[in-house]
C-alpha cells in the first residue's frame, strides 16, 4: 500500500504565505514526476506545478512567480511554497505522485487526500 498525505493549508489573508507538504509513504521503490493540483467546487481538478527526478520544473501561468515547488528525494516528499496568495488561489490542493512500488512493475499515479487552502480577509 502506497499513501500520500498532504498537510499545511488554511486559512490565510490576501497577500499572505503558506507552505503545502506531502509525504508519501508505504513500498515505494521509485518516484517520478510529483505534482500538485487544485480544485474548486463545480469546477475540474487544475494542475498547478510539476517537477521531476532531476527538480526541473513547471507551473501553470497563474501561478508562476509565486508559487515554487521542491522536493526532497529522501524523505519523499515534496512541497508548495505560495507566495502573494490570492482570494483566486482558494481550493483543496493535491498532490500526486508517479511511482513505482518494484523495480518489475509499471509507473501508478496516486494522489493524495487533500488539503484546503483559503485566501480571505
Known amino acids: 500500500q502506497v499513501q500520500l498525505v498532504e498537510s499545511g493549508g488554511g486559512l490565510v489573508q490576501p497577500g499572505g504565505s503558506l507552505r503545502l507538504s506531502c509525504a508519501a509513504s508505504?513500498?515505494?521503490?521509485?518516484?517520478?514526476?510529483m505534482s500538485w493540483y487544485r480544485q474548486t467546487p463545480g469546477k475540474e481538478r487544475e494542475w498547478v506545478a510539476n517537477?521531476?527526478?532531476?527538480?526541473?520544473?513547471d507551473y501553470l501561468d497563474l501561478v508562476k512567480g509565486r508559487f515554487t515547488i521542491s522536493r526532497d528525494n529522501g524523505k519523499n516528499m515534496v512541497y508548495l511554497q505560495m507566495n502573494s496568495l490570492k482570494p483566486e488561489d482558494t481550493a483543496i490542493y493535491y498532490c500526486?505522485?508517479?511511482?513505482?512500488?518494484?523495480?518489475?512493475?509499471?509507473?501508478?499515479?496516486?494522489w493524495g487526500q487533500g488539503t484546503q487552502v483559503t485566501v480571505s480577509s
Open positions: 500526486n505522485a508517479l511511482l513505482k512500488q518494484t523495480s518489475r512493475e509499471r509507473y501508478i499515479s496516486v
Open positions: 508505504g513500498t515505494i521503490f521509485s518516484i517520478n514526476a
Open positions: 517537477i521531476d527526478t532531476k527538480s526541473d520544473t
